[in-house]
């Protein structure tokens, strides 16, 4: 989440666990698991995990924990009254603090707690609970972290041997009817949309899922309704293998294939079009050695090529081009589609690693190597082995992560991006211009597109997320843009009376496809 405040994480300390991530390469720390503390305490001053404020981060990451329910928020400003839908969020909320040998885990790991704001009628409604998956209930119950560094099982309690380690703190999705809470490492867990309430604590699609995993970041098909996802590391810990897979709108398993990827790398994001899947292997890589050590799944090993993969969607796999260019990394998609047999890929690419606190095998994080500006990948599937994919960088003068386009144009040609860095920035592929909202004093989680009205042009609407204001401890605020204008500042702002749980992503749901008891 490379240079910004914008982006939830807080540069200062996110630097202080790129030290333990080299430490950890460097010497090791496999110390044999010691009882946990029977005291809940966390650390005043956190490594990576946890810690008062945050200790890997200034909002997602921070010790949160407390489930609330508000009714009718203090609202500021002019909600448009017909403004009516759910802004859910989710992120990392540390559950129970780590024993003492594990408390250089990173802010990632942190339970999934999920917040969400029902807005209709000029009113808003406040929730959030934690995902009450496997992990959860069974550090519940014992009252103790059980689960010890980011996703690296040898280094958990045995109590909990067989148990789904996903955190469900990544991404939410909606689709037929339920609320998906994600983790890339697990199957998604469902939730009720409405009381936010577990339903199921490992999905798999009635069975139609074959991968042992499910990434954060689904697409759905505006034309069908199809939701398109994909697991990588889907035959276990460790494996190159990915499942590619669609559900129709009423969650049935229509198509899936299976491909390798050329290394075992995070793959947290893909591109999706009407004709295409793409998938980009970067060198953030799967690490035996550092795994062996206690260490976190992945480092960054600028020795290996990047891969771009494109295959034909609805296909077998088999004619999946890995097409070699040198080592970079992108995390998110900001849009994607096919001119024929063209892709058009946009990510929130840079030169090097994006986060700090996964560690790197040759060299010091570079602070300047992770800043992320929004880069366009292009590949010609009539060509075949081709000798590179194209790579260009747009809006050189916009840098930020957490890309984010309006959700209705998933794989389909699109104009208007968001890039989250220092405020939010509104970009125009048409015009070229960028907008950018900031709030100086504020940290901004992630902003999420809300479409005006159902039929609303693309980009015309609002841009809606949480402000935490640092001289608050930070204290919440929702605000809601118009991207007619975004620069003018906030519309409406819904004032919260405390710090709400961090946030990773956000997304939006139109009042009208939730369920009926509404
Ligand atoms: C990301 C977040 C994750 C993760 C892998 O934002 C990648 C990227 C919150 O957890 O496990
Ligand atoms: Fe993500």
């Given at each position: 989440m490379g240079d910004s405040n914008g982006s939830g994480m807080d540069r200062r300390a996110l630097l202080g666990g790129a030290a333990l991530g080299a430490g950890l390469i460097a010497?090791?720390?496999?110390a044999a698991p010691q009882a946990a503390e029977a005291q809940v305490l966390f650390p005043k001053?956190?490594?990576?995990?946890?810690?008062?404020?945050?200790?890997?981060g200034s909002v997602a990451g921070?010790?949160?924990?407390s489930e609330n329910d508000l009714y009718d928020c203090e609202v500021e400003g002019?909600?448009?009254?017909?403004?009516?839908?759910v802004f859910y969020r989710v992120g990392p909320d540390p559950q129970y603090p780590k024993p003492p040998q594990w408390?250089?885990?990173?802010?990632?790991?942190g339970e999934g707690h999920i917040s969400m704001f029902r807005i209709k009628d000029g009113h808003v409604d406040f929730r959030s609970r934690y995902a009450r998956n496997q992990r959860w209930k069974a550090q519940h119950a014992a009252r103790r972290s059980l689960f010890g560094m980011y996703?690296?099982?040898?280094?958990?309690?045995?109590?909990?041997?067989?148990?789904?380690?996903?955190?469900?703190n990544t991404q939410i999705v909606y689709h037929h009817n339920r609320l998906f809470a994600m983790k890339e490492d697990s199957p998604p867990v469902a939730m009720?949309?409405?009381?936010?309430?577990?339903?199921?604590?490992?999905?798999t699609f009635g069975g139609g899922m074959k991968s042992l995993t499910f990434t954060a970041h689904p697409k759905i098909?505006?034309?069908?309704g199809e939701m398109i996802a994909f697991g990588y590391e889907a035959k276990g810990f460790y494996t190159p293998d990915i499942e590619v897979f669609s559900c129709d709108k009423t969650g049935k398993v229509n198509w899936s294939a299976w491909v390798k990827s050329p290394y075992t790398c995070m793959i947290h994001d893909f591109g999706v079009t009407q004709k295409h899947i793409a998938f980009l292997a970067t060198p953030l890589a799967a690490n035996q050695e550092l795994l062996a050590k206690g260490g976190p799944h992945w480092a960054w090993d600028s020795s290996l090529p990047s891969y771009l993969g494109v295959m034909r969607r609805?296909?077998?796999?088999?004619?999946?081009q890995w097409i070699k260019g040198p080592g970079w990394m992108a995390t998110h998609t900001m849009g994607a589609w096919s001119e024929g047999d063209k892709l058009y890929f946009d990510v929130d690419g840079?030169?090097?690693?994006?986060?700090?606190?996964?560690?790197?095998?040759?060299e010091p994080f570079d602070p300047k190597a992770s800043v992320g500006r929004v880069v366009r990948l292009t590949a010609d599937?009539?060509?075949?082995?081709?000798?590179g994919y194209g790579r260009e960088t747009l809006f050189p003068q916009i840098t930020g992560a957490l890309s984010r386009q309006d959700?209705?144009?998933?794989t389909v040609p699109y104009r208007w991006g968001i890039l989250n860095g220092g405020g939010w920035n509104l970009l125009d592929h048409q015009t070229g211009k960028a907008q950018t909202f900031t709030l100086p004093g504020a940290m901004l989680a992630e902003a999420t597109f809300v479409p005006r009205?159902?039929?609303?042009?693309?980009?015309?609407g609002y841009l809606i997320g949480v402000a935490s204001h640092m001289k608050e401890n930070g204290r919440s605020d929702l605000l809601i843009v118009d991207t007619q204008d975004i620069?003018?500042?906030?519309?409406?702002t819904v004032h919260m009376p405390y710090r709400v749980v961090g946030q990773i992503h956000g997304l939006w749901v139109p009042g009208d496809q939730l369920p009926k008891h509404a």
């Amino acid at each position: 989440m490379g240079d910004s405040n914008g982006s939830g994480m807080d540069r200062r300390a996110l630097l202080g666990g790129a030290a333990l991530g080299a430490g950890l390469i460097a010497g090791g720390v496999a110390a044999a698991p010691q009882a946990a503390e029977a005291q809940v305490l966390f650390p005043k001053a956190g490594g990576g995990f946890g810690g008062p404020f945050g200790g890997g981060g200034s909002v997602a990451g921070a010790v949160c924990r407390s489930e609330n329910d508000l009714y009718d928020c203090e609202v500021e400003g002019k909600l448009p009254a017909d403004l009516d839908g759910v802004f859910y969020r989710v992120g990392p909320d540390p559950q129970y603090p780590k024993p003492p040998q594990w408390t250089m885990d990173i802010p990632f790991d942190g339970e999934g707690h999920i917040s969400m704001f029902r807005i209709k009628d000029g009113h808003v409604d406040f929730r959030s609970r934690y995902a009450r998956n496997q992990r959860w209930k069974a550090q519940h119950a014992a009252r103790r972290s059980l689960f010890g560094m980011y996703r690296n099982p040898a280094t958990d309690d045995p109590s909990v041997k067989g148990l789904s380690r996903g955190t469900a703190n990544t991404q939410i999705v909606y689709h037929h009817n339920r609320l998906f809470a994600m983790k890339e490492d697990s199957p998604p867990v469902a939730m009720d949309p409405l009381t936010l309430e577990t339903t199921d604590d490992y999905y798999t699609f009635g069975g139609g899922m074959k991968s042992l995993t499910f990434t954060a970041h689904p697409k759905i098909d505006p034309h069908t309704g199809e939701m398109i996802a994909f697991g990588y590391e889907a035959k276990g810990f460790y494996t190159p293998d990915i499942e590619v897979f669609s559900c129709d709108k009423t969650g049935k398993v229509n198509w899936s294939a299976w491909v390798k990827s050329p290394y075992t790398c995070m793959i947290h994001d893909f591109g999706v079009t009407q004709k295409h899947i793409a998938f980009l292997a970067t060198p953030l890589a799967a690490n035996q050695e550092l795994l062996a050590k206690g260490g976190p799944h992945w480092a960054w090993d600028s020795s290996l090529p990047s891969y771009l993969g494109v295959m034909r969607r609805g296909g077998d796999g088999s004619d999946i081009q890995w097409i070699k260019g040198p080592g970079w990394m992108a995390t998110h998609t900001m849009g994607a589609w096919s001119e024929g047999d063209k892709l058009y890929f946009d990510v929130d690419g840079a030169p090097g690693n994006q986060f700090p606190f996964f560690p790197s095998v040759h060299e010091p994080f570079d602070p300047k190597a992770s800043v992320g500006r929004v880069v366009r990948l292009t590949a010609d599937m009539s060509t075949k082995n081709p000798d590179g994919y194209g790579r260009e960088t747009l809006f050189p003068q916009i840098t930020g992560a957490l890309s984010r386009q309006d959700d209705r144009y998933h794989t389909v040609p699109y104009r208007w991006g968001i890039l989250n860095g220092g405020g939010w920035n509104l970009l125009d592929h048409q015009t070229g211009k960028a907008q950018t909202f900031t709030l100086p004093g504020a940290m901004l989680a992630e902003a999420t597109f809300v479409p005006r009205h159902r039929n609303a042009p693309e980009g015309d609407g609002y841009l809606i997320g949480v402000a935490s204001h640092m001289k608050e401890n930070g204290r919440s605020d929702l605000l809601i843009v118009d991207t007619q204008d975004i620069a003018a500042g906030p519309i409406a702002t819904v004032h919260m009376p405390y710090r709400v749980v961090g946030q990773i992503h956000g997304l939006w749901v139109p009042g009208d496809q939730l369920p009926k008891h509404a």
